[in-house]
């Protein structure tokens, strides 16, 4: 295992170097010329939190989010990917054969899942409803608009947003997975949610796909930074409720990523994406440092007990120390994993409370709980709320990233 020792100094050094603008972990391919940024786009109306998808008008100047070019299979007589033929610009290497797809699951697990619980209780629900019409709350619609807008706002480059956390099984993926759904619903851009822990993680199945074939390690060979979106999407795993996604495995224990890998593929992608999300590994993973290092956001999942909540305080000083500007653009998910919680969020805040640094409570809700599939309408009114601002102060972090 490494040295702690030995990651902090690999992390100043990425992340020096990308906060001075200097050398970044270099890719495999250098990247592309200076290019002219797409322009910043015009959000359409805020939608309150539970709005149904906003119809959006397609920007000229931008692919269409739901209907690029439709996911094609790439042509399995190409150029083998490790022997790469020599390229034109814009023209993607594609492997002798496609990957076999694999299912994400085994489907009778999925059936044994039963279907989808909600989020809050029959009786919470009618409680908050009845509420709801005994006194309209404008001050929450308000503040839902407000929030729904901040997701919206225009970016001019894609903007990279990493999820780590200390431990595993902190809720990284599933706060991905809520960040994935939340930017392919309320943005007018391609959203991807960007799986960079190989460890057999669980982005693809909390994101509802059904199988995947090409991984991030696949594309490593493959793409460059010329590649047009209509031959990316066409590796990519098009998500029935909005999005993308790009796993790290086909569900099979293998090699794990390589943080130089991770960094030319999502450098190669992001100028596609209004929003990538990315699912890291946890700390002191290699990918989850380099993550750290190259994200215009990072948002750092505590597991609301004691413990989690003291390693992620380490985490936080260690972070702020060697890299000041770092609570810019860091944002801190308090995450209930257990129904059985009990420690006092008031403290916990209080504890990871950083000047600059928000905290944003996840409560345990039941359909997050449950596994499998992530379904927005099936979240508990407090998860679907405390998304949206997660969604909304990480995307405004990145956006002031330079
Ligand atoms: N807010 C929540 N409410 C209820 N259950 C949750 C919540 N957040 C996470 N969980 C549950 O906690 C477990 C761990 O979550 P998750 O897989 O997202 O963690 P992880 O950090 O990605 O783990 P790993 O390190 O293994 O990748 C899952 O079973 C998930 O359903
Ligand atoms: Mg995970």
């Known amino acids: 295992m490494t040295a702690p020792s030995d990651w902090q100094r690999d992390l100043i050094r990425e992340v020096g170097a990308a906060e001075a603008g ?25 939608q309150p939190a539970a709005a149904p998808v906003p119809a959006r008008s397609p920007d000229p100047a931008q692919p269409a989010p739901r209907s690029p070019a439709p996911p094609r299979t790439p042509d399995p007589a190409a150029t083998p990917g490790r022997d790469l033929a020599p390229r034109s610009s814009g023209e993607v290497q594609r492997p002798a054969s496609a990957p076999e797809a694999a299912p994400v699951a085994d489907p009778r697990l999925l ?8 989020g809050d209780p029959l009786a919470r629900r009618a409680g908050a409803g009845l509420r709801r019409l005994a006194a309209p709350a404008a001050k929450e619609a308000g503040d839902a608009a407000r929030l729904a807008e901040a997701v919206q ?6 903007r990279v947003l990493a999820v780590t956390s200390l431990r595993g099984g902190a809720g990284k993926s599933t706060v991905a997975a809520l960040l994935t759904r939340t930017y392919a619903h309320y943005r007018h851009d391609p959203v991807l949610g960007l ?18 074939r090409w991984t991030v390690g696949d594309l490593a060979d493959v793409l460059t930074p010329e590649t047009r979106l209509t031959d990316v999407t066409g590796y990519l795993v098009q998500l029935e409720e909005g999005g993308w996604l790009l796993p790290a495995s086909r569900g099979q224990v293998g090699n794990p990523l390589a943080g130089r ?4 593929v999502a450098l190669a992608l992001r100028r596609h994406f209004g929003v990538t999300v990315v699912d890291c590994d946890s700390l002191p993973g290699q990918v989850a440092r380099t993550a750290l290092g190259t994200a215009h956001a990072r948002v750092l999942v505590a597991p609301a007990t004691a413990e989690g909540v003291h390693g992620t305080r380490q985490v936080l000083d260690w972070l702020l120390g060697l890299l000041p500007a770092a609570r810019e653009n860091t944002v801190v998910v308090l995450n209930a994993t257990s129904p059985d919680a009990t420690l006092d969020p008031a403290t916990a805040r209080a504890h990871l409370g950083e000047p600059g640094v928000p905290v944003v409570l996840l409560p345990y ?4 709980g449950q596994g499998g599939p992530v379904h927005t309408d099936h979240l508990g009114e407090a998860a679907r709320g405390t998304a949206l601002r997660l969604a909304a102060e990480a995307l405004g972090r990145a956006v002031r990233t330079r």
């Open 261 to 264: 890998t991770y960094y030319t």
């Open 22 to 46: 200097g050398e970044r972990p270099r890719p495999a391919t250098p990247p592309a010329p200076a290019r002219t940024p797409a322009p910043a786009r015009t959000p359409g109306p805020a």
């Open 195 to 212: 799986e960079a822990d190989a460890a057999l993680g669980t982005l693809p199945l909390r994101l509802g796909a059904r199988t995947v």
């Open 365 to 368: 809700d039941r359909h997050l």
């Open 111 to 118: 059936l044994a899942l039963g279907s989808p619980r909600h």
């Open 153 to 158: 706002q225009p970016v001019t480059t894609g």
